[in-house]
C-alpha cells in the first residue's frame, strides 16, 4: 500500500480524533490549513483553534490564509504537491481550483448520514429535530455543500438521551475510522464512491439565537429535544425577570402522560429539592439544571433556593427590557 501525502484542513475539536488516527498510519500528513486566529471571550485575545493546538504540539507545517484562492497560498500547495486534500469540520466550501490540485482529489468527513443534514450543525439539528439516527459520511468535495459523492458512511442510533456533546464525541471517532479506511482504499487504489441521493436531501443551517430560545408554547419534547441538542453549546436558555437564563438539562417527558397542562405555557407548576416542572402546550416538563446569567450551573433546586422561586413564577421565553 502506497503511502499518502495529505494536506489536512480542519478547525474544531471534532478533527481531532482523525488527526490522531493518520499521524500513526503510514501516510503522511505534510501540514494543515486553519483559519486565521480570531478573537475570543470577552478580552478578546486571539486563541488557537484546536486543530491549530494540535498541530503546535506535533510541531506540523501550518498555513492560515484569509482566502483560499490567494496566489500565494495556491502556489505553496502545488509545490507540496499533495495526494490528497482532507476536511473535516473546515467550515468552508474549497473553490473549484483547489479541488483540482492533489493527485487523488479531495475529500470530507461530515457528520451525518447524508444526504440528510448537510450544512455546519448536523449535530445539533438532528437532536433538535429529534431524529432516531445520525451518522459519519466520508465524500468526494465538489462545489456544492456537501453534495459530493460517497465513499463511505455509517449511521449512528440517537438515543432519546443523548445530548449534542455526546453524539458529537462517538461521530468523531466513529468519523476517524471511516476516514482512515476511505485514505487507505486511496492508498490501494479500490476506492469508489457512488452519487448522493439529493432528492432525500435535508439541510442543517448554522444555529441562530432564535433557534437557542426555548418556546414554551411547543411540546415539552419539541423543547427537551431543543435542551439536549444545544448541550454543551450554545446551550438553549429563557428569560426570568428580564435576564437570561441558561437551560441545560430536563428530564425525557412521559410518552404515556395523560394529564395535561392546565396553566399557561411557561409557567412554573411545582418545585422540588432537586428540580422544578414548567408548563408547556402539552405536558409539564421537568428541568434539573439550570444556570443564571453570570452563574456557574446549578441543579433546579439551588436554584430555585437562590432566586426565590415558587409556583405561579413564569419563565417568558423571550427577552424583556
Same mark, same amino acid.
Given at each position: 500500500? !502506497? ?22 498510519? @503510514? ?38 490564509? !484569509? ?11 502545488? !509545490?507540496?504537491?499533495?495526494? +490528497? ?15 483540482? +490540485? ?18 455546519? &450543525? ?14 459519519? /459520511? ?6 456544492? =455543500? ?22 458529537? @464525541? ?5 468519523? &476517524? ?29 448554522? =444555529? /441562530?439565537?432564535?433557534?437557542?430560545? +426555548? ?29 437570561? +437564563? ?23 407548576? /411545582? ?51
Amino acid at each position: 500500500m !502506497k503511502a499518502l501525502k495529505i494536506i489536512f484542513m480542519g478547525t474544531p475539536y471534532f478533527a481531532l480524533p482523525s488527526l490522531d488516527l493518520l499521524d500513526r498510519s @503510514d501516510h503522511h500528513i505534510q501540514a494543515l490549513v486553519v483559519p486565521p486566529d480570531r478573537p475570543y471571550g470577552r478580552g478578546g485575545k486571539e486563541r488557537p483553534t484546536p486543530v491549530k493546538e494540535w498541530a503546535l504540539k506535533k510541531s506540523k507545517e501550518i498555513k492560515q490564509p !484569509k482566502k483560499l484562492t490567494d496566489h500565494t497560498f495556491l502556489e505553496w500547495l502545488r !509545490k507540496k504537491a499533495p495526494d +490528497l486534500i482532507i476536511t473535516a469540520a473546515f467550515g468552508k466550501v474549497l473553490p473549484a481550483i483547489l479541488l483540482e +490540485l492533489p493527485a487523488l482529489g479531495c475529500i470530507n468527513l461530515h457528520a451525518s448520514y447524508l444526504p440528510y443534514y448537510r450544512g455546519a &450543525a448536523p449535530i445539533h439539528r438532528a437532536i433538535i429535530e429529534g431524529a432516531e439516527f445520525s451518522g459519519a /459520511s466520508i465524500i468526494k468535495m465538489s462545489t456544492e =455543500l456537501d453534495a459530493g459523492d460517497i465513499i463511505i458512511q455509517e449511521k449512528e442510533e440517537i438515543s432519546p438521551f443523548d445530548t449534542a456533546g455526546m453524539l458529537h @464525541d462517538r461521530l468523531a471517532l466513529r468519523g &476517524a475510522a471511516l476516514l482512515l479506511r476511505a485514505v487507505d482504499a486511496y492508498a490501494k487504489g479500490t476506492a469508489a464512491a457512488v452519487p448522493q441521493d439529493h432528492d432525500r436531501a435535508t439541510y442543517a443551517p448554522p =444555529l /441562530s439565537r432564535e433557534d437557542e430560545r +426555548l418556546k414554551w408554547n411547543s411540546s415539552s419534547v419539541k423543547i427537551y429535544n431543543c435542551i439536549r441538542g444545544l448541550n454543551p453549546w450554545p446551550g438553549a436558555y429563557t428569560t426570568f425577570k428580564g435576564k437570561r +437564563l441558561k437551560v441545560w438539562r430536563a428530564n425525557r417527558p412521559d410518552p404515556e402522560r395523560k394529564s395535561h397542562c392546565r396553566e399557561n405555557p411557561g409557567t412554573i407548576i /411545582s418545585v422540588g429539592e432537586d428540580y422544578l416542572t414548567v408548563a408547556t402546550a402539552d405536558f409539564p416538563l421537568t428541568l434539573t439544571e439550570l444556570q443564571p446569567a453570570g452563574k456557574k450551573q446549578m441543579n433546579a433546586g439551588s436554584f430555585c433556593c437562590g432566586y426565590h422561586i415558587k409556583p405561579g413564577h413564569i419563565f417568558n421565553g423571550e427577552e424583556q427590557s
